[in-house]
């Protein structure tokens, strides 16, 4: 690799102000891949990545070897001329290494879920017309139906070793040495011969899917500018520079997931440290946030729930902040998170909106309220984030395209609708699905919530989830985070069933705690005569099941719940 001298000269010529005619001097493109020579420029021998690696050794790497990598990776790209370039990996270094160096290249990135169907992956790969695959070796296989389809579509294999050259080393990082090298070839031009600075702020950086659990998966078109606005809320909005230390932020979220809610970017901003984790594992989870600088980490509730629920789980000395989103968490969750020193920042959003959209905003006067009101508080969706523009909920009975407010008095029911900055340009090569989510001039998310009196949101459930019971609204919501106050409830799934007399009803299925017994119709018991849950809420039939049906990023399936409510128990 080049010199540190060289490398640095190199980053800092990339930082001078850009001399492009198609802008005036006040203005420049805005891309977040320009926060990595910046980090490794300002402090080159900061920690930027920990691995525990496929072989099982530590991997320790400082900014401006991400940064070296990173420009490797982009330089080979461009020497092969490959601009759309699929990933398919878990939480490693090259996943990191390669959001940066597919940018840098001029590139777009298709990052896909590793635990969908064969059938799945294929389907976007080949629809997003990718022209390469960066493929972690343990995941290779599901592009067996792929590599039939598509002989002539080259794999980078990583291999996710401590090496990076020589025998336990493997194609990708010999092609970021190949690109070092192509580098020097052209004058060790470094990161000025590269695009850390878009040429166009609204080109397209990434195209992330959505899970497509009823339909196909949507590609969802994220630009250059777009990115950057969205990771400068989260380093806002999620505190990532509000301590005097270095941000260190564990990767529990996928980082497929939405560009992994545009953290790899809002991480690097702020030259934190990012940990990098190929699986979620809750013993080793718990040990680094004892042994490493853990001050950050993304999740679901689910996988916040079953954190709390390990055995390894106690009181951190220091208090790590916690963005909590993907699906509603409940109050008695983010209590017992509170009493671990785990602190939840509750954010909302959606895939078509680079992850994060609103936050709860924790206010002072909370304090003084009862406990579960004040987590309760803390639990809602809350207002847009500061670089956006302020969210709306909308009356659903209207014509298409017609936006009306509801009432924030906490009861209207309403459609959560987005403006401005950080939603996402369209989806990929489907002008009806996009001129639907962009109806009115908003972004619809389909889910249904109330506008309180603050203007803080509180969602009571997708459209499709709530339940019509003798005329009542019944939030599934609601009703699962009302079932899991029960001391032996773990977790809670509520969909809605037939019922001849009252047209729908609840059913509920529960996972119980470990070391626990519970049956179901105890339960309803406890429901009906200890609770605070409405009569007409109360479920007639609770199942206990082992495990929940999730997606990837820990959102309970309820599309499989109505399924096993049927008895059809064949998709878990």
Same mark, same amino acid.
């Given at each position: 690799?080049?010199?540190?001298?060289?490398?640095?000269?190199?980053?800092?010529?990339?930082?001078?102000?850009?001399?492009?005619?198609?802008?005036?001097?006040?203005?420049?493109?805005?891309?977040?891949?320009?926060?990595?020579?910046?980090?490794?420029?300002?402090?080159?021998?900061?920690?930027?990545?920990?691995?525990?690696?496929?072989?099982?050794?530590?991997?320790?790497?400082?900014?401006?070897?991400?940064?070296?990598?990173?420009?490797?990776?982009?330089?080979?790209?461009?020497?092969?001329?490959?601009?759309?370039?699929?990933?398919?990996?878990?939480?490693?270094?090259?996943?990191?290494?390669?959001?940066?160096?597919?940018?840098?290249?001029?590139?777009?990135?298709?990052?896909?879920?590793?635990?969908?169907?064969?059938?799945?992956?294929?389907?976007?790969?080949?629809?997003?017309?990718?022209?390469?695959?960066?493929?972690?070796?343990?995941?290779?296989?599901?592009?067996?139906?792929?590599?039939?389809?598509?002989?002539?579509?080259?794999?980078?294999?990583?291999?996710?070793?401590?090496?990076?050259?020589?025998?336990?080393?493997?194609?990708?990082?010999?092609?970021?040495?190949?690109?070092?090298?192509?580098?020097?070839?052209?004058?060790?031009?470094?990161?000025?011969?590269?695009?850390?600075?878009?040429?166009?702020?609204?080109?397209?950086?990434?195209?992330?899917?959505?899970?497509?659990?009823?339909?196909?998966?949507?590609?969802?078109?994220?630009?250059?500018?777009?990115?950057?606005?969205?990771?400068?809320?989260?380093?806002?909005?999620?505190?990532?520079?509000?301590?005097?230390?270095?941000?260190?932020?564990?990767?529990?979220?996928?980082?497929?997931?939405?560009?992994?809610?545009?953290?790899?970017?809002?991480?690097?901003?702020?030259?934190?440290?990012?940990?990098?984790?190929?699986?979620?594992?809750?013993?080793?989870?718990?040990?680094?946030?004892?042994?490493?600088?853990?001050?950050?980490?993304?999740?679901?509730?689910?996988?916040?729930?079953?954190?709390?629920?390990?055995?390894?789980?106690?009181?951190?000395?220091?208090?790590?902040?916690?963005?909590?989103?993907?699906?509603?968490?409940?109050?008695?969750?983010?209590?017992?998170?509170?009493?671990?020193?785990?602190?939840?920042?509750?954010?909302?959003?959606?895939?078509?909106?680079?992850?994060?959209?609103?936050?709860?905003?924790?206010?002072?006067?909370?304090?003084?309220?009862?406990?579960?009101?004040?987590?309760?508080?803390?639990?809602?969706?809350?207002?847009?984030?500061?670089?956006?523009?302020?969210?709306?909920?909308?009356?659903?009975?209207?014509?298409?395209?017609?936006?009306?407010?509801?009432?924030?008095?906490?009861?209207?029911?309403?459609?959560?609708?987005?403006?401005?900055?950080?939603?996402?340009?369209?989806?990929?090569?489907?002008?009806? $699905?996009?001129?639907?989510?962009?109806? /009115?001039? %908003? +972004?619809?998310?389909? *889910? @249904?919530?109330? !506008?309180?009196?603050?203007? #803080?949101?509180?969602?009571?459930?997708?459209?499709?989830?709530?339940?019509?019971?003798?005329?009542?609204?019944?939030?599934?919501?609601?009703?699962?985070?009302?079932?899991?106050?029960?001391?032996?409830?773990?977790?809670?799934?509520?969909?809605?069933?037939?019922?001849?007399?009252?047209?729908?009803?609840?059913? $509920?299925?529960?996972?119980?705690?470990? /070391?626990? %017994? +519970?049956?179901?119709? *105890? @339960?309803?018991? !406890?429901?009906?005569?200890? #609770?605070?849950?409405?009569?007409?809420?109360?479920?007639?039939?609770?199942?206990?099941?082992?495990?929940?049906?999730?997606?990837?990023?820990?959102?309970?399936?309820?599309?499989?719940?109505?399924?096993?409510?049927?008895?059809?128990?064949?998709?878990?």
């Amino acid at each position: 690799m080049s010199p540190p001298t060289a490398r640095l000269l190199s980053l800092a010529s990339h930082l001078l102000p850009s001399t492009s005619p198609s802008y005036p001097p006040h203005i420049h493109t805005l891309s977040p891949t320009s926060f990595l020579p910046r980090a490794a420029a300002i402090e080159p021998s900061a920690p930027a990545i920990f691995h525990v690696t496929a072989n099982n050794k530590i991997l320790r790497r400082d900014y401006a070897e991400f940064a070296d990598r990173s420009r490797g990776l982009a330089y080979f790209l461009k020497k092969h001329g490959f601009k759309r370039v699929g990933i398919l990996a878990p939480n490693t270094p090259a996943f990191l290494e390669a959001i940066f160096g597919i940018a840098a290249s001029g590139g777009v990135n298709v990052a896909v879920n590793y635990r969908l169907k064969v059938e799945d992956v294929t389907y976007i790969f080949e629809f997003a017309e990718v022209e390469v695959i960066i493929v972690d070796e343990e995941y290779i296989h599901l592009l067996d139906d792929f590599r039939s389809k598509n002989p002539s579509i080259p794999f980078i294999i990583d291999t996710d070793t401590d090496a990076t050259e020589g025998q336990l080393s493997g194609p990708f990082d010999e092609a970021v040495l190949e690109g070092l090298n192509y580098d020097i070839q052209l004058g060790s031009k470094g990161w000025e011969g590269l695009n850390a600075q878009a040429d166009d702020e609204d080109d397209t950086i990434a195209i992330p899917f959505t899970s497509g659990t009823t339909a196909k998966p949507k590609g969802v078109v994220y630009t250059h500018r777009g990115a950057y606005l969205a990771a400068l809320g989260n380093v806002i909005e999620s505190g990532l520079n509000y301590h005097t230390g270095r941000c260190g932020y564990l990767w529990t979220l996928p980082m497929f997931h939405a560009m992994g809610w545009t953290f790899p970017w809002a991480v690097t901003a702020v030259r934190g440290t990012h940990y990098c984790l190929r699986k979620i594992d809750y013993p080793l989870i718990w040990k680094l946030l004892r042994e490493e600088n853990i001050t950050h980490f993304n999740a679901a509730p689910t996988v916040n729930t079953l954190l709390c629920a390990s055995k390894e789980a106690s009181k951190l000395e220091k208090p790590v902040r916690v963005t909590v989103a993907a699906s509603p968490p409940t109050a008695h969750l983010f209590e017992q998170m509170t009493n671990l020193n785990l602190f939840p920042v509750h954010v909302y959003g959606l895939t078509e909106t680079y992850g994060p959209i609103t936050k709860g905003y924790h206010m002072p006067e909370w304090e003084e309220l009862p406990i579960r009101e004040k987590y309760a508080r803390m639990a809602r969706q809350g207002h847009g984030f500061i670089t956006g523009l302020p969210i709306r909920i909308v009356k659903p009975d209207q014509p298409e395209g017609v936006l009306i407010d509801v009432q924030k008095d906490g009861k209207e029911i309403g459609e959560i609708i987005f403006f401005g900055n950080i939603c996402a340009k369209e989806y990929l090569k489907d002008e009806e $699905a996009t001129r639907k989510m962009f109806a /009115g001039g %908003s +972004l619809h998310s389909g *889910d @249904l919530a109330v !506008w309180h009196e603050d203007g #803080s949101a509180q969602i009571l459930d997708r459209a499709k989830d709530i339940i019509i019971s003798g005329g009542e609204n019944i939030s599934s919501v609601a009703l699962e985070s009302m079932l899991v106050q029960h001391p032996d409830v773990l977790e809670a799934g509520v969909v809605s069933v037939a019922d001849s007399h009252w047209g729908e009803r609840p059913k $509920a299925f529960i996972t119980v705690q470990s /070391g626990k %017994s +519970l049956k179901g119709e *105890d @339960l309803i018991e !406890w429901a009906k005569h200890e #609770s605070s849950i409405s009569k007409f809420m109360v479920p007639r039939e609770v199942e206990v099941v082992e495990e929940l049906p999730k997606t990837s990023t820990g959102k309970v399936k309820k599309n499989v719940l109505r399924k096993w409510a049927k008895g059809d128990y064949s998709e878990k």
